[in-house]
């Protein structure tokens, strides 16, 4: 069994969401969004799990191939390097049969970096990178200093409470769930910062229906008391 990020003390959350249909779900384009991951991170993969483990490969090669062999869907997918998660792909809906044609699902995207000190900048072009291969409704970046032994358990609940909060459909109407550091808005999101001092509501273009929003701590609890968002921290 792998040992779960056992090198890395502080672990910086990138997060990615898209509310799809059925057919929306069955044409996201998932190798080329994993595929500009690994080449815009120049990231190594040395262990590959695919829908929950149901098969594992020791390179993305040899994962590539069974997939262009197979023309099977992935539903999730984790890839590792250096005995480290690095990402975290899933499509739930593909997991379901007999889905009626309305049915709404996530598409998620986690990747876990260990905390080089990447600012705006850096989050700011990957995301206008990834925006140009699909398009996310929302995403943020985030922290956690937890300790080793906690580091799995912080990691799977980052996954699983997205996916059972029902609220994170109501994204593309402008629900927002939390802020942090930095936070891909959609359009419909951006309407909730309009009581908001100028001096905090700062955005980046990202695409024509996504804006960067980056804050410093001490913003974030403004932000929070303001837009009356839980003062907790929180990882979703």
């Given at each position: 069994?792998?040992?779960?990020?056992?090198?890395?003390?502080?672990?910086?959350?990138?997060?990615?969401?898209?509310?799809?249909?059925?057919?929306?779900?069955?044409?996201?384009?998932?190798?080329?969004?994993?595929?500009?991951?690994?080449?815009?991170?120049?990231?190594?993969?040395?262990?590959?799990?695919?829908?929950?483990?149901?098969?594992?490969?020791?390179?993305?090669?040899?994962?590539?191939?069974?997939?262009?062999?197979?023309?099977?869907?992935?539903?999730?997918?984790?890839?590792?390097?250096?005995?480290?998660?690095?990402?975290?792909?899933?499509?739930?809906?593909?997991?379901?049969?007999?889905?009626?044609?309305?049915?709404?699902?996530?598409?998620?995207?986690?990747?876990?970096?260990?905390?080089?000190?990447?600012?705006?900048?850096?989050?700011?072009?990957?995301?206008?990178?990834?925006?140009?291969?699909?398009?996310?409704?929302?995403?943020?970046?985030?922290?956690?200093?937890?300790?080793?032994?906690q580091a799995h358990d912080v990691i799977v609940?980052?996954?699983?409470?997205?996916?059972?909060?029902?609220?994170?459909?109501?994204?593309?109407?402008?629900?927002?769930?939390?802020?942090?550091?930095?936070?891909?808005?959609?359009?419909?999101?951006?309407?909730?910062?309009?009581?908001?001092?100028?001096?905090?509501?700062?955005?980046?273009?990202?695409?024509?229906?996504?804006?960067?929003?980056?804050?410093?701590?001490?913003?974030?609890?403004?932000?929070?008391?303001?837009?009356?968002?839980?003062?907790?921290?929180?990882?979703?």
């Amino acid at each position: 069994m792998l040992k779960f990020l056992q090198k890395r003390k502080k672990i910086i959350v990138v997060k990615l969401f898209k509310i799809v249909t059925y057919s929306e779900a069955s044409g996201f384009k998932t190798e080329a969004i994993i595929d500009f991951c690994l080449d815009y991170l120049g990231v190594d993969i040395d262990y590959v799990s695919w829908n929950y483990g149901n098969k594992t490969w020791k390179k993305y090669s040899s994962f590539k191939n069974f997939m262009q062999k197979s023309g099977k869907e992935t539903v999730e997918l984790s890839l590792y390097a250096d005995e480290n998660q690095f990402l975290c792909f899933g499509n739930e809906l593909l997991n379901q049969m007999n889905v009626a044609a309305d049915r709404t699902g996530t598409v998620e995207l986690t990747i876990y970096l260990n905390d080089g000190g990447f600012g705006q900048h850096f989050y700011s072009d990957l995301f206008k990178k990834i925006s140009k291969v699909e398009i996310f409704d929302c995403g943020y970046v985030c922290s956690t200093t937890k300790k080793k032994a906690q580091a799995h358990d912080v990691i799977v609940n980052v996954h699983n409470i997205d996916i059972t909060n029902n609220k994170t459909f109501d994204v593309k109407n402008g629900y927002i769930r939390d802020v942090y550091g930095h936070n891909l808005l959609n359009l419909n999101q951006l309407t909730q910062l309009g009581n908001l001092p100028d001096n905090i509501a700062i955005l980046s273009d990202i695409s024509d229906d996504l804006k960067l929003w980056t804050l410093t701590d001490e913003e974030i609890e403004k932000v929070k008391s303001i837009l009356s968002l839980p003062i907790e921290e929180g990882l979703v």
